[in-house]
């Protein structure tokens, strides 16, 4: 397997961008202050491996000894990391990896604080505790286990064909992806290692080391031009290798920070490909850079409205979701909309508009409800087959499903896991929505709906439908392989 090596470098901590006013780690966002746990510390000692318990530090130069990482070996990380603002600092090797002697005078993974630990954000949160807290509210934090526990059980399907550990699994992000290890050649029990360290170890979607290179400088600045070492751009337009039918191995590698992982994994609306793949949307519900740029949906004929500013301002996803380097990646009013915007403003817009989307959207399931009731006697039978054996139903014979209706739900399903309801790209969402209606008017009277559906119908209570339609179609996509 190429890149072999890999599973036993010796890997540094990786860092989060946002604290550049750091100090020292006893400074603003370290230990001592930022909110951070107070037991953290003690945290960081439980990563060390029982060897390393009793080791004493030696200092940079002590790592570079005998030409172990600094020069004669293939990674030169001293000389990588010198040039970092880690080093500017006094953050060194062992401010991550612990106290070196006792791997000095006897190298070994079992000695030093490498992987899959080394990973956790924890190391990190020893100096940038502010962020860390941010990071913890953050989804990223936490980890959807089933993509894993199938890795575990299917290595072929889940790591090396489809690769969903490639966003699921931060450690897998970090050790493999961008370790450069080649994927295909890995055996099962090396994809079993990864996943089931995932699971005991560094349980978590996306830690610092994820999105940051933890030893060097990189070509890749943030929105507002400064080096924090990030290991892809914040910025591309370029949406080919994330478009209709890419395989797994080109789109999770899509050179952009956040749409590595929040693309939609190939999905396609050729009327071939509604046909052919009708057990779940063919769409990850990951779509958001998707959404944002206008692309994947079935658009029809006629002029599309494909992306807006927020597809070209400069950083993309980072210039709303992280205003001053925010790690919640929570949107904020008054800070990441502006100077587009005033917080007001901002806020009205996002209201209004996601109220229209909801409301077409829920209109549109009520149609869809209405034909599959007329046609087969049952609101659910417009849904993909494997949601309605995941009800304990049995779906129809998809040839009976008209194209039409099958464009729709591509479309409805499109909207819907991009989960923003139009603040994204209303352009594109309401146009989608608009071509799905066209759709149902060839086979299905556009003034039929399920009576009394809409009557007395609140905002919150069509969001609410809305979002079962998501998580049991999220259900129903894990309980049979892809």
């Known amino acids: 397997m190429k890149a072999r090596h890999f599973f036993g470098i010796i890997a540094a901590a990786p860092f989060l961008a946002s604290l550049w006013a750091l100090q020292s780690c006893a400074g603003q966002g370290g230990p001592l202050g930022g909110g951070i746990d107070p ?19 030696i200092g940079a130069t002590g790592c570079t ?71 913890r509210l953050s989804q990223h934090s936490k980890l959807i286990t089933s993509p894993i ?18 966003c699921h699994s931060g450690l897998w992000r970090t050790q493999i992806d961008e370790g450069g290890v080649d994927v295909p050649s890995m055996s099962n029990a090396e994809v079993q290692v990864i996943a089931n360290n995932t699971l005991n170890d560094v349980p978590h979607t996306a830690s610092c080391v994820t999105c940051h290179d933890p030893h060097s400088n990189t070509d890749y600045l943030s929105d507002d031009g400064k080096q924090v070492q990030l290991r892809h751009s914040v910025f591309n337009a370029d949406t080919t290798e994330i478009g209709p039918g890419m395989p797994a191995a080109t789109f999770t590698r899509f050179n952009q920070i956040c749409a590595q992982c929040h693309n939609g994994r190939g999905a396609n609306p050729a009327d071939s490909a509604l046909t052919s793949g009708t057990a779940r949307p063919n769409m990850h519900d990951s779509n958001q850079f998707n959404m944002l740029m206008g692309i994947g949906g079935v658009e029809g004929s006629g002029p599309v409205i494909r992306n807006t500013a927020h597809a070209n301002i400069p950083g993309q996803c980072s210039k709303c979701h992280m205003p001053d380097s925010r790690h919640s990646f929570t949107v904020s009013f008054d800070k990441g909309c502006n100077p587009c915007h005033t917080a007001a403003d901002a806020a009205a817009r996002t209201s209004v508009v996601k109220q229209e989307i909801v409301d077409k959207l829920y209109a549109l399931r009520n149609r869809m409800n209405a034909w599959a009731l007329a046609t087969f006697g049952d609101e659910d039978m417009w849904e993909y087959t494997a949601t309605i054996t995941g009800e304990g139903k049995t779906p129809p014979n998809q040839t009976l499903v008209p194209i039409q209706v099958k464009r729709t739900r591509h479309n409805y399903y499109f909207v819907l896991r991009d989960k923003c309801f139009g603040p994204h790209n209303f352009p594109y969402a309401d146009h989608l929505i608009r071509i799905a209606n066209e759709n149902m008017d060839e086979v299905f009277a556009s003034s039929a709906s399920m009576p009394g559906r809409d009557a007395g119908m609140t905002y919150e209570r069509k969001m609410a439908i809305l979002l079962s339609d998501l998580e049991r179609t999220k259900r129903a996509g894990w309980s049979e392989d892809e």
């Open 39 to 57: 037991g953290l510390s003690a945290a960081f000692l439980a990563l060390l491996p029982a060897a390393q318990k009793d080791a004493a530090y």
């Open 65 to 135: 000894d005998n030409g172990c990482h600094g020069g004669r070996d293939e990674e030169v990380v001293y000389h990588q990391w010198i040039d970092t603002k880690h080093a500017s600092v006094g953050t060194t090797c062992e401010s991550c990896h612990g106290p070196g002697s006792v791997h000095r005078d006897g190298p070994a993974e079992d000695n030093i604080l490498t992987f899959p630990k080394i990973t956790s954000a924890v190391v990190c949160a020893q100096c940038h505790g502010k962020v860390y807290d941010e990071w």
């Open 149 to 166: 526990m199938s890795a575990v059980q299917n290595p072929s399907t889940y790591a090396r064909n489809s690769r969903c550990v490639s």
